[in-house]
């Protein structure tokens, strides 16, 4: 145990990626999970899942396109999904989780059928493994990239922080915030924004299969204990961030997947929320 | 001036009308019920007089004096709420989120009168509970305090007692006729539960294959002479 | 809300604080460095570190002008893939690959699987590194200092794990542009 310790400190000092891994997978899994209490209770959680396929497809047309900096288009292509999403779940003539799956699945097919064919890279297998798993990406982030995820976080979580109010209003009963005069639409298109921003972040964490997990699972193990929607929310940021650090250095040292690595301590943590909620509950009944 | 007034009014969905040219007009501290059959429009009938879905046809005049702030809505519980991990206090707060405007958070004095809402609506030993864990007639008390938050004229409340015991439906009927009678609040109501309800009603609108709008008393003289309202839930049961 | 607030600030921080710790700490780390890793480098390996961050010239010039004699043994190693997990060496591999001139000179020891490739005429060895996941794997071309050993008699089996030591380099062929490690030892 000790000398794990000790390979951590050593990775950690000796090689500025693997601090750079931190800091965005501290950063990633704060916003994550902050939004992921809304996307949950919101019953959105799906679109997560959706839109990382969508950031898939995306990325395949930059390579594609052999984009030296592939984020900005993946990031406009996310949320211009994210908001016809959110918009069709609305008032859908095709119901809204079949065209969460519709799209998710084409973005998926044809971004791995557009790499396969004009497959250019010499590292292209590496580049879709990576996106798919999360392998290594976190670890192999440029010093702009990791600028700009520090920046995209920041303002998530100033956003976040400055609409909470609205944010609760809107996710607790979008009825009657509407009925009352708030702008719910905006703030739902605000949501969209966020989320697609957060998904294409989560990229690099996790990989795009695994991403729902992030967003869901803090969020998730937060509601079986905690009571009000502060508490939760605290929670599931703080649990996520701990979980998030655990992972990245059980999978540095241990040398396991990143992206698995980071989930699969997540559902432990639920696990063991979920049976702190059953005790206290069962004590209070 | 009314505070309200509906002329022609046909609520509906895509176009397609539900209601047929409703006529009827609200003052200020007056106690409305809708009442009707199930399936009949009073939710979207309360929806259109919310703006939360635009009517097929006619007209909404509200008082100018009467602004979109000034009325509060307590809609029925949705799936969402069940299992949604929220505080009493939280909610209630919830309710001057259109006060807020551009301001991200809320201010002392409104957390002074939502405090004090949740002392009339006699929540205050459960202001920190969670929201789920609330019997049925504590979170309906919860989201009227919420409404009063929102409230300072108007009050619409959509079915307040369905699914609460009857002790609970009478403390809810209660507390809806202090507002109306000490607070000069206008209530506009749906309810199924005819008696108990238009008991304190002064005006009641009926809907359905008839309607009818005016007093309490031409109502209940007319459901005297006709079983005007039995034959109609009869014919859509 | 408050309290919200305090708790965001104080996870900033913290990242923040880390950060900070983990550069300054840099130099200290090259001492445990030796004692983790059975790498005898010395301060070559916190070089490197420092040269991958800013791409200070001066690493490389001391670097590239130690060329090592045919078969003689590394005993200085500037990057050891082979003594970390696969997360990091993959991760680090990946790192080399993305800013091959900062490693240019340098001393790499790898731990893969032994491929062969053969094209015009041409044969290619490579030691695979694989990630963790086990789906992504890239080649690390080396060609041994050892210039009389036969392919397939004096080299070790296809997929058979190998270690490998050698200098980091480029070469071009046509249009495009390789890196191999030049005068590899198997270790």
Same mark, same amino acid.
């Given at each position: 145990?000790?000398?794990?310790?000790?390979?951590? &400190?050593?990775?950690?000092?000796?090689?500025? /990626?693997?601090?750079?891994?931190?800091?965005?997978?501290?950063?990633?899994?704060?916003?994550?999970?902050?939004?992921?209490?809304?996307?949950?209770?919101?019953?959105?959680?799906?679109?997560?899942?959706?839109?990382?396929?969508?950031?898939?497809?995306?990325?395949?047309?930059?390579?594609?396109?052999?984009?030296?900096?592939?984020?900005?288009?993946?990031?406009?292509?996310?949320?211009? #999904?994210?908001?016809?999403?959110?918009?069709?779940?609305?008032?859908?003539?095709?119901?809204?989780?079949?065209?969460?799956?519709?799209?998710?699945?084409?973005?998926?097919?044809?971004?791995?059928?557009?790499? =396969?064919? !004009?497959? #250019?890279?010499?590292?292209?297998?590496?580049?879709?493994?990576?996106?798919?798993?999360?392998?290594?990406?976190?670890?192999?982030?440029?010093?702009? $990239?990791?600028?700009?995820?520090?920046?995209?976080?920041?303002?998530?979580?100033?956003?976040?922080?400055?609409? &909470?109010?609205?944010?609760?209003?809107?996710?607790?009963? $979008?009825?009657?915030?509407?009925?009352?005069? *708030?702008?719910?639409?905006? &703030?739902?298109?605000?949501?969209?924004?966020?989320?697609?921003?957060?998904?294409?972040?989560?990229?690099?964490?996790?990989?795009?299969?695994?991403?729902?997990?992030?967003?869901?699972?803090?969020?998730?193990?937060?509601?079986?204990? !905690?009571?009000?929607?502060?508490?939760?929310?605290?929670?599931?940021?703080?649990?996520?961030? *701990?979980?998030?650090?655990?992972?990245?250095?059980? #999978?540095?040292? &241990?040398?396991?997947?990143?992206? #698995?690595?980071?989930?699969?301590?997540?559902?432990?943590?639920?696990?063991?929320?979920?049976?702190?909620? =059953? /005790?206290?509950?069962?004590?209070?009944? | 001036?009314?505070?309200?007034?509906?002329?022609?009014?046909?609520?509906?969905?895509?176009?397609?009308?539900?209601?047929?040219?409703?006529?009827?007009?609200?003052?200020?501290?007056?106690?409305?019920?809708?009442?009707?059959?199930?399936?009949?429009?009073?939710?979207?009938?309360?929806?259109?007089?919310?703006?939360?879905?635009?009517?097929?046809?006619?007209?909404?005049?509200?008082?100018?004096?009467?602004?979109?702030?000034?009325?509060?809505?307590?809609?029925?519980?949705?799936?969402?709420?069940?299992?949604?991990?929220?505080?009493?206090?939280?909610?209630?707060?919830?309710?001057?989120?259109?006060?807020?405007?551009?301001?991200?958070?809320?201010?002392?004095?409104?957390?002074?009168?939502?405090?004090?809402?949740?002392?009339?609506?006699?929540?205050?030993?459960?202001?920190?509970?969670?929201?789920?864990?609330?019997?049925?007639?504590?979170?309906?008390?919860?989201?009227?305090?919420?409404?009063?938050?929102? @409230?300072?004229?108007?009050?619409?409340?959509?079915?307040?007692?369905?699914?609460?015991?009857?002790?609970?439906?009478?403390?809810?009927?209660?507390?809806?006729?202090?507002?109306?009678?000490?607070?000069?609040?206008?209530?506009?109501?749906?309810?199924?539960?005819?008696?108990?309800?238009?008991?304190?009603?002064?005006?009641?609108?009926?809907?359905?294959?008839?309607?009818?709008?005016?007093?309490?008393?031409?109502?209940?003289?007319?459901?005297?002479?006709?079983?005007?309202?039995?034959?109609?839930? @009869?014919?859509?049961? | 809300?408050?309290?919200?607030?305090?708790?965001?600030?104080?996870?900033?921080?913290?990242?923040?604080?880390?950060? %900070?710790?983990?550069?300054?700490?840099?130099?200290?780390?090259?001492?445990?460095?030796?004692?983790? +890793?059975?790498?005898?480098?010395?301060?070559?390996?916190?070089?490197?570190?420092?040269?991958?961050?800013?791409?200070?010239?001066?690493?490389?010039?001391?670097?590239?002008?130690?060329?090592?004699?045919?078969?003689?043994?590394?005993?200085?190693?500037?990057?050891?893939?082979?003594?970390?997990?696969?997360?990091?060496?993959?991760?680090?591999? %990946?790192?080399?690959?993305?800013?091959?001139?900062?490693?240019?000179?340098?001393?790499?020891?790898?731990?893969? %699987? +032994?491929?062969?490739?053969?094209?015009?005429?041409?044969?290619? +060895?490579?030691?695979?590194?694989?990630?963790? %996941?086990?789906?992504?794997?890239?080649?690390?071309?080396?060609?041994?200092?050892?210039?009389?050993?036969?392919?397939?008699?004096?080299?070790?089996?296809?997929?058979?794990?190998?270690?490998?030591?050698?200098?980091?380099?480029?070469?071009?062929?046509?249009?495009?542009?390789?890196?191999?490690?030049?005068?590899?030892?198997?270790?």
């Amino acid at each position: 145990m000790a000398d794990a310790f000790d390979k951590l &400190y050593t990775y950690i000092t000796q090689f500025p /990626f693997v601090r750079y891994a931190l800091i965005v997978g501290v950063l990633i899994a704060l916003c994550s999970s902050l939004l992921g209490v809304t996307l949950v209770l919101k019953r959105f959680s799906f679109i997560g899942d959706g839109l990382s396929h969508v950031a898939f497809g995306a990325m395949a047309i930059a390579a594609v396109l052999k984009l030296t900096n592939s984020m900005p288009l993946i990031l406009c292509i996310t949320v211009i #999904s994210a908001i016809l999403l959110l918009r069709t779940g609305k008032n859908a003539k095709i119901k809204g989780d079949a065209t969460v799956a519709v799209i998710s699945v084409s973005a998926l097919a044809i971004g791995y059928l557009l790499m =396969n064919i !004009f497959s #250019s890279s010499t590292n292209l297998s590496g580049d879709v493994c990576t996106t798919l798993f999360g392998s290594t990406s976190i670890l192999t982030l440029t010093t702009a $990239e990791v600028w700009l995820c520090i920046a995209l976080s920041a303002i998530v979580l100033a956003v976040f922080v400055l609409f &909470y109010n609205k944010v609760f209003c809107v996710t607790f009963d $979008e009825d009657f915030a509407r009925a009352t005069g *708030v702008k719910a639409s905006a &703030y739902n298109l605000i949501l969209a924004v966020v989320i697609a921003v957060i998904i294409v972040l989560a990229m690099n964490l996790v990989g795009s299969l695994l991403i729902s997990a992030l967003v869901i699972f803090p969020a998730l193990s937060a509601m079986r204990v !905690f009571k009000s929607f502060k508490s939760v929310t605290v929670c599931s940021g703080i649990l996520s961030v *701990v979980c998030t650090l655990l992972g990245i250095c059980i #999978s540095i040292v &241990y040398g396991t997947p990143v992206g #698995s690595t980071i989930v699969a301590v997540d559902l432990v943590a639920f696990g063991i929320f979920m049976v702190i909620g =059953n /005790f206290s509950g069962r004590v209070k009944a | 001036m009314a505070l309200l007034t509906c002329k022609d009014l046909c609520p509906g969905y895509d176009g397609r009308e539900i209601l047929h040219a409703l006529n009827f007009s609200v003052e200020q501290g007056d106690y409305v019920c809708i009442v009707g059959e199930n399936g009949s429009g009073k939710s979207t009938l309360m929806k259109t007089l919310l703006g939360l879905i635009p009517a097929v046809s006619g007209e909404i005049i509200y008082d100018e004096g009467l602004q979109k702030g000034q009325i509060g809505y307590l809609p029925q519980q949705t799936d969402v709420q069940k299992d949604f991990p929220a505080s009493v206090k939280e909610i209630v707060l919830s309710g001057f989120c259109a006060g807020l405007k551009l301001r991200p958070f809320y201010s002392r004095s409104q957390k002074q009168i939502a405090q004090e809402n949740i002392e009339k609506m006699g929540l205050t030993k459960l202001k920190k509970r969670c929201y789920r864990e609330l019997s049925g007639g504590q979170q309906q008390r919860v989201l009227l305090a919420r409404a009063l938050c929102a @409230a300072q004229k108007v009050l619409l409340l959509d079915e307040p007692v369905s699914g609460l015991d009857p002790a609970a439906a009478e403390n809810m009927y209660e507390l809806v006729g202090k507002l109306n009678k000490d607070d000069g609040m206008t209530i506009i109501m749906i309810t199924h539960d005819l008696h108990s309800a238009i008991g304190q009603a002064d005006k009641v609108l009926h809907i359905g294959e008839k309607v009818f709008f005016g007093s309490r008393g031409q109502y209940l003289e007319m459901l005297d002479a006709k079983g005007f309202s039995k034959s109609g839930g @009869a014919e859509n049961g | 809300m408050k309290k919200v607030l305090l708790i965001l600030c104080a996870g900033i921080m913290f990242t923040m604080a880390g950060c %900070t710790n983990g550069s300054s700490g840099a130099d200290k780390g090259a001492k445990t460095v030796d004692d983790v +890793f059975a790498s005898s480098s010395k301060d070559s390996s916190g070089d490197i570190q420092t040269s991958a961050q800013t791409s200070s010239s001066s690493a490389e010039t001391t670097a590239s002008s130690e060329s090592p004699q045919a078969g003689a043994s590394y005993d200085k190693v500037d990057t050891d893939l082979s003594v970390m997990s696969d997360t990091m060496a993959y991760a680090e591999f %990946t790192n080399i690959l993305n800013a091959p001139d900062k490693y240019k000179g340098k001393t790499i020891k790898a731990k893969g %699987t +032994f491929a062969v490739a053969q094209e015009n005429g041409n044969t290619y +060895f490579a030691c695979m590194l694989t990630d963790a %996941t086990a789906c992504c794997s890239q080649p690390l071309e080396f060609v041994l200092a050892d210039a009389t050993r036969k392919y397939p008699a004096d080299y070790p089996a296809v997929d058979s794990q190998i270690t490998i030591v050698g200098k980091f380099g480029t070469y071009s062929e046509g249009a495009n542009v390789y890196y191999q490690l030049s005068d590899a030892q198997l270790v």
